[in-house]
C-alpha cells in the first residue's frame, strides 16, 4: 500500500480532549472528538484540500500534524515511517520536514521581534541549518523568495499589511526547507485581492521547491484552484475524498453535495440552475456526536429513502435505521481514489 | 522574483508606512503632556537626588546631637539649624536629609527582589500549569490570606535581637525581607495571567512548532508581552513600601537606630506634637507624603499609558 511518492500518511487518527469537572478530584464527564478516526494521504509536489465547517477538526488535525498535540488513537506515517510516537532528537528532525502556515497573520508574528528575528529564528532553533555567519544572507534571500523586499528585515509585524504579513509567516515556515507544509487557513484572513497573492506565492513556491501542502480550508472556490485532492471533514471525520473534480463535480456524500451547492455562482442568468440545498441546524456538538453517522440529524438525502420509516430524529422526519445505527466506511465509488462514507452514496449522485 | 507589479505594490506599501512607534515610546509621549506626572516626576526626582547625595543638602552629621540645643524651632535659611533641631539636640534638616535613603533603599530592594520572585514563579506557574501550578497558586494564596502587619509585627519582633551589624544594608536586611516575603504575590498573580493569555498566541505555537525549547518560548516570546502589565505597577508598589517602611519604624520594628528613616523621625515627632514642637512631625511626615504621592501619581498614569484597552 505505500507508494513511493507518498511522503505523508495518517491512519484512523484520532484526538480526544477530555471534559474534566471538579476542582481537586476531577472527575472525567465526557471527551470532545475533534479528531475522530480520519485516514489521508498525501503526495509528493500534490496538494491535499482539506474542507469542512468550523469545528470540523480541520485545525486540531493540523496541530497533531505538526506534534504540538498528541494523538490519542491512530499513526502518522512520513515517508512511510511511523512518526506517531518518536523521542525529542527525532521530533527534532520531524520539524525541519513539516511545517506550518498560520491562519492568522496578525496573531502569528511576535510584535516585540522584527522580521529578520522572527524569520532567522529557525537557524538559532537548528544552528546547523546555516553557518553563524551566514544566517543574515539565509533570512535576506528567504524574504526575497517570498516576494518581500530583503532590505525590511529590520522592521516590524505592526509595519506590514495582512498579506505581507502572511508572506513573513511563509518564509519563517520556510527557512528550514520542510518537505512538507501545512497551511492551516492561509488565506481566508485576507483581503479577497490579496487572498489570489498568496495562493500564486504558494504555487510558485510549491513548482520550485517541490513542496508538499496539506490546505485546510472552508473557501471552497481557493481549494478547488489550489488541490489536487480534497478531503472533506464533518464532525471530526472524513466524509468524502478524492481529486478535486470528481469531488466537486460528482459529490457523492449528501454533506459535500450540500456544500457545493452553497458555492455562489458568478452569473446572474445560472443563478437559478442548480437546486441549493439548505442544511437546517447547527453542527451537533462534538461533546456528544450522534450515533451512526454523525450527519444523520441533517441530512436531506436521508428522510428521502423510501420506506425509511424504521427510525425518528429529532425534528420528527424519518430516517433509516442503518443511518441512526452504524458508522459509514469510507467505501470507494466509480473511482477506486474516490471514497465516501454514506450509506446512500449512489443515490446522491442520482438525485 | 514574481511578477515585477506585485513587488512594486509591495514596496509602496510599507514604504509610506508610518515610523515605528513601540508602546513605550507611544505611553511616554502621552505622560510628558501631562502636567501632574511631570510634578510627582520633579518631586520623585528630587527624594531620589537627596538619597544618592546627602551631602549636597547638609553638611550636619545627624548623628552629632548636643543636648543642649534640643528642640530650637525652625530658623529657616538664617541659622545653624534650617529646621531645627529634635528633642536629643540632632539637626532636623540632617537628619530628614540621612533617612531618605533607607527609606527609598529599602523600597527598591523590596520591589526589586518581589517582581523577579514574581514574574519567574508567574510565568513557570503558567506556563506548565498542572502541578507546578497547584503548588504555586495554593502557596501565593497562603501568603495572601497572612495579614502584612500581623506577620511583619510577629517576626519581627521574634528576630529583634538578631544583631545583623550595624552597615546601611544590616540596619534594612530585616524588614527588607518580611516586607519582601508579602510583596511577591501580586506580581505572581498578574505574570500567570499575562502568561495564560500569551501562551496560546499563534506566534507561540509557531516557536513550538520550530522546535523552540521552553525556556526560549518563555524569554523570547512570552516574557515580554507579559511584563507589561508588571512594570506598570512597580511606582505603586514603591510607594506602598516606603509607608509600609514608616508604619513599621513607626511601631519600633523596623529600620534600627542609630540608623535613622522618616519612620523613626515620625515616631519621635509625634510624642513633642502636643508638647509645642510640632515642626517635629511635619517635616518628615511631609516628605513621606510628598515621596508617596509623587510615587502614585506616576504608577497610576503609567498603568493607564500603557493599557492598551484605554487608547
Known amino acids: ?159 506590514f499589511s495582512g498579506g505581507q504579513r502572511q508572506r513573513i509567516g511563509i518564509a519563517r515556515a520556510l527557512a528550514v526547507r520542510p518537505r512538507i507544509l501545512l497551511c492551516d487557513e492561509p488565506v481566508s484572513a485576507l483581503d479577497v485581492s490579496i487572498q489570489g497573492q498568496v495562493i500564486n506565492l504558494l504555487e510558485e513556491l510549491q513548482d520550485d521547491l517541490g513542496l508538499s501542502y496539506l490546505f485546510i480550508a472552508h473557501d471552497l472556490s481557493v481549494v478547488r484552484h489550489i488541490a489536487d485532492e480534497v478531503a472533506v471533514m464533518y464532525l471530526g471525520r472524513v466524509v468524502e475524498s478524492g481529486t478535486d473534480d470528481e469531488v466537486y463535480e460528482r459529490p457523492h456524500h449528501p454533506y459535500t453535495r450540500a456544500l457545493m451547492s452553497a458555492v455562489p455562482v ?25 450515533t451512526g453517522c454523525h450527519f444523520h440529524t441533517r441530512c436531506w438525502l436521508a428522510p428521502l429513502i423510501e420506506g425509511s420509516v424504521d427510525a425518528e430524529r429529532p425534528d420528527g422526519r424519518p430516517v433509516p435505521a442503518v443511518c441512526r445505527n452504524d458508522r459509514p466506511k469510507l467505501a470507494p465509488q466509480e473511482s477506486p481514489d474516490h471514497h465516501a462514507a454514506c450509506h446512500f452514496a449512489a443515490d446522491v449522485a442520482r438525485r | 522574483m514574481s511578477d515585477p507589479s506585485v513587488s512594486a505594490l509591495i514596496a509602496e506599501e510599507t514604504d509610506t508606512g508610518l515610523p515605528p ?80 535613603r533607607p527609606s527609598l533603599l529599602l523600597a527598591v530592594i523590596v520591589v526589586s527582589v518581589s517582581v523577579l520572585i514574581g514574574v519567574t514563579l508567574g510565568t513557570v506557574s503558567g506556563y506548565y500549569l498542572g502541578w507546578v501550578d497547584a503548588v504555586i497558586s495554593r502557596v501565593v494564596e497562603v501568603f495572601l490570606v497572612i495579614p502584612l502587619l500581623l506577620a511583619a509585627i510577629l517576626l519581627l519582633s521574634l528576630f529583634r535581637n538578631v ?13 527588607a525581607i518580611v516586607l519582601t516575603m508579602f510583596a511577591w504575590m501580586g506580581y505572581t498573580r498578574y505574570v500567570r495571567a499575562s502568561v495564560l493569555e500569551a501562551k496560546n498566541l499563534d506566534y507561540v505555537t509557531a516557536a513550538r512548532v520550530l522546535g523552540a525549547s521552553d525556556l526560549r518560548i518563555m524569554v523570547r516570546h512570552v516574557l515580554p508581552n507579559a ?84 487608547k
Not at chain 1, 33 to 40: H, N, T
Not at chain 1, 51 to 73: D, I, N, Q
Not at chain 2, 273 to 289: A, I, K, Q, V
Open chain 1, 1 to 159: 500500500m505505500p507508494e513511493a511518492d507518498v511522503v505523508l500518511e495518517v491512519r484512523d487518527l484520532a484526538k480526544h480532549y477530555p471534559v474534566r469537572r471538579g476542582v481537586v478530584l476531577k472527575r472525567q464527564i465526557g471527551e470532545v472528538k475533534a479528531v475522530d478516526g480520519v485516514s489521508l494521504t498525501l503526495r509528493k509536489g500534490r496538494t491535499l484540500g482539506l474542507v469542512g465547517e468550523s469545528g470540523s477538526g480541520k485545525s486540531t488535525l493540523a496541530k497533531v500534524l505538526v506534534g504540538v498535540e498528541k494523538p490519542t488513537r491512530g499513526q502518522i506515517l512520513v515517508d512511510g515511517r511511523d512518526v506517531t510516537d518518536v523521542g525529542r532528537a527525532e521530533r527534532r528532525a520531524l520539524r525541519r520536514t513539516i511545517q506550518m502556515v498560520f491562519q492568522d497573520p496578525y496573531t502569528s508574528l511576535n510584535p516585540r521581534m522584527s522580521i529578520g528575528e522572527i524569520v532567522g529564528e529557525a537557524f538559532a532553533i537548528h544552528p546547523d541549518m546555516a553557518p553563524a555567519g551566514d544566517r543574515g544572507k539565509a533570512v535576506r534571500e528567504l524574504l526575497d523568495r517570498v516576494g518581500l523586499n530583503p532590505d525590511h528585515v529590520h522592521r516590524y509585524p505592526h509595519q
Open chain 1, 266 to 290: 458568478p452569473d446572474p442568468t445560472r443563478r437559478d440552475d442548480g437546486l441549493e440545498i439548505m442544511l437546517e441546524g447547527d453542527v451537533p456538538s462534538p461533546l456528544d456526536p450522534p
Open chain 2, 21 to 100: 512607534r513601540s508602546l513605550w515610546a507611544e505611553a511616554f509621549r502621552s505622560l510628558r503632556r501631562r502636567p501632574d506626572v511631570i510634578l510627582a516626576t520633579v518631586v520623585a526626582a528630587f527624594f531620589l537626588l537627596v538619597a544618592l547625595f546627602p551631602f549636597l543638602f547638609t553638611r550636619k552629621d545627624p548623628q552629632r546631637c548636643d543636648i543642649a540645643d534640643a528642640r530650637i524651632p525652625p530658623q529657616w535659611f538664617g541659622g545653624a539649624h534650617p529646621f531645627g533641631t529634635n528633642a536629643y539636640g540632632c539637626d532636623v534638616l540632617a537628619q530628614l536629609v540621612h533617612a531618605t
Open chain 2, 163 to 175: 544583631d545583623l551589624g550595624s552597615s546601611q544594608l544590616a540596619t534594612i536586611a530585616q524588614p
Open chain 2, 227 to 310: 511584563i507589561g502589565t508588571v512594570t506598570a505597577l512597580i511606582p505603586t508598589a514603591i510607594a506602598a513600601v516606603i509607608s509600609y517602611e514608616a508604619v513599621l519604624a513607626f511601631l519600633g520594628i523596623g529600620v534600627r537606630p542609630p540608623a535613622v528613616s522618616w519612620g523613626i523621625m515620625i515616631e519621635e515627632g509625634a510624642q513633642w506634637f502636643t508638647g509645642g514642637s510640632r515642626y517635629l512631625l511635619y517635616f518628615p511626615l511631609g516628605c513621606l507624603m510628598a515621596t508617596v504621592l509623587s510615587f502614585v501619581v506616576i504608577g497610576d498614569n503609567l498603568r493607564d499609558a500603557l493599557d492598551p484597552k484605554l
